[in-house]
């Protein structure tokens, strides 16, 4: 059974989980969507599923915790509008039961996200006059909202503010261009297959930003090298220019996606991967300088258990033997909410003993928990992973994945420049 949350009902899943938009997502070409508040769910992937249930126990503690399988359908209103749901698979509920399901609902009870506007459905006593009017009123404003949106998408450096009213994590809804993107892109993707098939896999993985109020988000593509090695020649021909044209030949890592809260203005910026591929190595460092900095100071009180991290990282996959993470991302994330009681001169020592403290290490690499005021390093997305593990290859490697490495190895040197020069 894979490793989950909590006790449910399966009764009460059996009626459909809505997957809504993952806000938080920043890179990546995939559809990450949110199951409820500590899950998200991505298409299933048969090599990216067969890393997460074979990697090795060392690396668990910088993967995502791997949750189970469930089955995704669509559904199509009237008016055009899409949804997605979950339902468990066929045969498949004893490995749901311990899935915590306090934060999701059956559909009939839930928002309905859209490709075009939001629907009401929960309330059946509202009147039908009442959701006419409602939907001719949503329609009038669809047109500007994606008017808006596909200029949000074509903006590589975007900066949006964030609303005042309330918290300031309650606000992060429908801001993310990528994610818009990619759940637009999944929903007519699966609309075009409607006629073939409308059940598909997805995998259900751990939402790292869920500990986070106010997530401030860096993926990194990481490696010299992103073409699998089942990749065709035009396909391999189109990852190798890319690699060329940017710094992942240079130094093995470029900036695929960001989201940082600038609590000075208010604001949260994007950087999405067509920006990332274009910077120099001094504009990859830049970008990193911007990614700690809020806007008022730079987090300084970060870099030491950042650095740690992906150090602990770096020993960990020196000692994989035939790995290849080709095309793999790194997450960077970090609470950009202002913690008072943290001064802005801390000493990184001690804000690294107390995160160290907060983590339970002796209860397991699942255990393993970063408090709020730490960073967090996980790899992620491994639909081009290998290793000898894997029968089926035709290609077997011998060894660590030293593109990865040396992107990782230069990616701390860049960390520990801006560390060493902002305390000049």
Not at 162 to 169: A, H, M, P, R
Not at 221 to 246: F, L, P, V, Y
């Amino acid at each position: 059974m894979s490793p989950a949350f909590g006790a449910m009902e399966v009764e009460h899943y059996s009626k459909g989980v809505l997957l809504q938009p993952f806000v938080h997502q920043v890179g990546g070409h995939s559809c990450v969507l949110r199951f409820n508040e500590k899950t998200i769910c991505k298409p299933l992937i048969q090599r990216e599923h067969q890393f997460y249930e074979t990697l090795p126990t060392e690396m668990r503690k910088f993967t995502p915790q791997y949750e189970g399988v469930v089955s995704v359908s669509f559904e199509e209103d009237e008016d055009g509008n899409l949804c997605l749901i979950a339902y468990p698979l066929n045969g498949d509920h004893d490995n749901l039961e311990n899935l915590d399901n306090s934060d999701c609902e059956p559909k009939s009870k839930l928002l309905r996200w859209t490709n075009k506007k939001t629907v009401l459905l929960e309330n059946e006593k509202i009147s039908k006059e009442w959701v006419r009017q409602h939907r001719k009123e949503e329609k009038m404003k669809s047109h500007k909202l994606e008017e808006e949106f596909e200029w949000l998408k074509k903006s590589e450096v975007l900066y949006y503010t964030v609303e005042k009213k309330g918290n300031v994590s309650s606000q992060f809804k429908h801001h993310n261009p990528w994610s818009i993107k990619c759940h637009q892109q999944q929903l007519q993707r699966m609309k075009e297959n409607a006629k073939h098939r409308n059940q598909y896999k997805f995998i259900l993985l751990e939402n790292l930003t869920s500990r986070y109020e106010v997530p401030c988000v860096l993926d990194l593509k990481m490696g010299t090298r992103q073409h699998g090695d089942d990749a065709s020649e035009e396909k391999k021909a189109n990852q190798i220019r890319k690699c060329q044209q940017s710094t992942s030949a240079v130094i093995g890592v470029r900036v695929c996606g960001m989201q940082v809260y600038q609590a000075g203005t208010g604001q949260l910026m994007f950087m999405n991967k067509y920006h990332g591929r274009k910077l120099s190595v001094q504009g990859f460092k830049e970008a990193l300088y911007q990614f700690f900095h809020n806007g008022k100071y730079l987090r300084r009180e970060l870099f030491e258990s950042v650095i740690k991290k992906l150090t602990e990282l770096k020993s960990v996959l020196e000692k994989q033997e035939s790995y290849r993470f080709y095309s793999s991302s790194l997450l960077i994330i970090y609470d950009g909410k202002e913690r008072q009681e943290v001064a802005v001169d801390s000493d990184p020592e001690d804000l690294e003993d107390l995160s160290e403290e907060s983590s339970d290490e002796s209860a397991g690499a699942y255990a393993y928990k970063p408090t709020a005021s730490t960073v967090d390093v996980r790899m992620i997305d491994f639909a081009h992973t290998t290793c000898k593990y894997y029968g089926e290859d035709s290609v077997v490697h011998e060894g660590q994945d030293t593109g990865y490495v040396f992107g990782l190895q230069n990616l701390i040197d860049i960390i520990k420049e801006i560390r060493d020069e902002s305390s000049e």
